[in-house]
């Protein structure tokens, strides 16, 4: 048994949600205009914070698409996710750009910077972490202190976590006759999900939780709104059906991301590592 077999059986829920459907996700979510509108505006913070030829991790990173466009940049980029299946197809796309991709869980990141050094790894210049899988860990310390230990002082992490309140998503499904999803992000704790018929949990981590979690390693600087304008994927595939509306929302989260950041479908949070050593 692989290594990637013998995690299987150990899937945490969300894990095995995601590993679940796998082999369908790109062709799920591939033709929704509003999920590349919101992966535009953070692909061009990973540019303006990574500098070029920068060694980069990632959280989360599912089937890799994002990896690969950080790989055909020329950045040496190491995928990390906790769905051996997505690791799979991400492997499929990275290794023609000599990146790599590894099955470990966010929860465990101090298991994996142990396995990383004890090879010959190095300490990473950035990472990041898009679309939100950091919701799916209850217990962020552990995110905290493996990147602490993974990142060089002076290094970024981006990290882009469900907003707490998203109007764009209150009035979909309101619309839609759903008040219980409208009102969904502000509940405190662990919140049901179900993908692909598989139950699990998430938590709308609010910024001060984020904050607590990664200190003293890291200082927040800055937090961007990401879909403040561009509505979430619960407007699709209307959404995908008026290109036109949709340039000029996105032109709006370009304006607003910032002064408005709380309201985005995803916020995305800049934290710089410190000099404080690793626990």
Not at 194 to 221: I, N, Q
Not at 245 to 258: I, K, M, S, T, Y
Request: glycine fraction near 8%; charge should be positive; charged fraction near 20%.
């Amino acid at each position: 048994m692989s290594a990637d077999q013998s995690q299987v059986a150990a899937l945490r829920p969300a894990a095995g949600a995601f590993d679940a459907i796998a082999g369908i996700f790109d062709a799920r979510f591939a033709p929704w205009q509003s999920v590349a509108a919101q992966r535009r505006a953070v692909r061009r913070s990973l540019t303006q914070n990574f500098a070029p030829h920068s060694h980069i991790l990632e959280l989360g990173g599912g089937t890799g698409d994002d990896a690969a466009w950080l790989a055909a940049q020329g950045h040496d980029v190491v995928l990390t996710d906790a769905s051996p299946a997505m690791v799979a197809m991400a492997r499929e796309k990275l290794a023609p750009l000599g990146a790599r991709a590894e099955v470990a869980a966010a929860e465990d990141l101090e298991h994996f910077a142990l396995r990383h050094f004890e090879t010959g790894g190095k300490r990473f210049d950035g990472a990041f972490s898009n679309f939100a899988p950091l919701n799916c860990v209850e217990d962020l310390k552990p995110v905290g202190r493996g990147l602490a230990r993974l990142l060089h002082p002076g290094a970024a992490a981006m990290l882009m976590l469900f907003g707490t309140f998203c109007p764009g998503e209150f009035l979909t499904e309101t619309i839609r006759g759903r008040p219980r999803a409208a009102l969904r992000r502000l509940k405190r704790g662990p919140a049901p999900a179900r993908l692909a018929k598989r139950e699990f949990t998430v938590v709308y981590h609010r910024r001060a939780d984020l904050v607590h979690a990664l200190a003293p390693w890291f200082v927040l600087e800055q937090v961007l709104g990401v879909g403040v304008f561009v509505p979430p994927s619960a407007a699709e595939p209307w959404i995908s059906g008026h290109p036109h509306l949709l340039r000029v929302l996105e032109r709006l989260d370009g304006l607003a991301a910032g002064v408005l950041a709380p309201l985005g479908d995803h916020v995305l949070y800049r934290f710089r590592r410190t000099d404080i050593p690793a626990p």
